[in-house]
T-cell receptor
Framework: SQQGEEDPQALSIQEGENATMNCSYK?????LQWYRQNSGRGLVHLIL?????REKHSGRLRVTLDTSKKSSSLLITASRAADTASYFCATDADNNAGNMLTFGGGTRLMVKP | DTEVTQTPKHLVMGMTNKKSLKCEQHMGHRAMYWYKQKAKKPPELMFV???????INESVPSRFSPECPNSSLLNLHLHALQPEDSALYLCASSQAGGTYYSYGYTFGSGTRLTVV
């Protein structure tokens, strides 16, 4: 089952612009993670934010988490053509017996040179 | 070694065939996963192994049979599949943690399966 919903489903921007993707989820979580997937291949882990954190940075990535609104956002600054990919949020719900990530629907990002 | 290796990369099989997908990691991760992904959809969890024991089976049909022979290997045995089972099958691994200390996953590049 799908825990998260992502918005927008598709995003097209020019190189150098910022890209913002949003994720909403339904149940309480331990943490929320963002992944990137190029051309239907394997997913690459980008960043993990725990339920007691509100903001996290990694290079050109900035992730926020609002547990009261059950939402997160991923900001990619100064985008590059190489950032073209699908981006997924994934949640680890706090009622699980073990590690179990549930992925949102994803945002397809296209960065035009 | 920071990779998850999946073989084969592509597989075409008939509905009466038996085949296996293989996954290997040498990062010392004690949790391993199988996900199924259809085109333009998110990955869907199939199985979770924790310390070589099956801990989660997401109501997957019995024509998919997972196996974890040791802490580095994960197999998915396929038998009597249907055309709708055609998809990208992704293996992942992570450190095994409690419900709070979950860790990011390392994914393999997947096996693209076509059932004819």
């Amino acid at each position: 089952s799908q825990q998260g919903e992502e918005d927008p489903q598709a995003l097209s921007i020019q190189e150098g612009e910022n890209a913002t993707m949003n994720c909403s989820y339904k149940t309480s979580i331990n943490n929320l993670q963002w992944y990137r997937q190029n051309s239907g291949r394997g997913l690459v882990h980008l960043i993990l934010i725990r339920s007691n954190e509100r903001e996290k940075h990694s290079g050109r990535l900035r992730v926020t988490l609002d547990t009261s609104k059950k939402s997160s956002s991923l900001l990619i600054t100064a985008s590059r053509a190489a950032d073209t990919a699908s981006y997924f949020c994934a949640t680890d719900a706090d009622n699980n017996a073990g590690n179990m990530l549930t992925f949102g629907g994803g945002t397809r990002l296209m960065v035009k040179p | 070694d920071t990779e998850v290796t999946q073989t084969p990369k592509h597989l075409v099989m008939g509905m009466t065939n038996k085949k296996s997908l293989k996954c290997e990691q040498h990062m010392g991760h004690r949790a391993m996963y199988w996900y199924k992904q259809k085109a333009k959809k998110p990955p869907e969890l199939m199985f979770v192994y924790s310390y070589e024991k099956l801990s989660i089976n997401e109501s997957v049909p019995s024509r998919f049979s997972p196996e974890c022979p040791n802490s580095s290997l994960l197999n998915l045995h396929l038998h009597a599949l249907q055309p709708e089972d055609s998809a990208l099958y992704l293996c992942a691994s992570s450190q095994a943690g409690g419900t709070y200390y979950s860790y990011g996953y390392t994914f393999g590049s997947g096996t693209r399966l076509t059932v004819v």
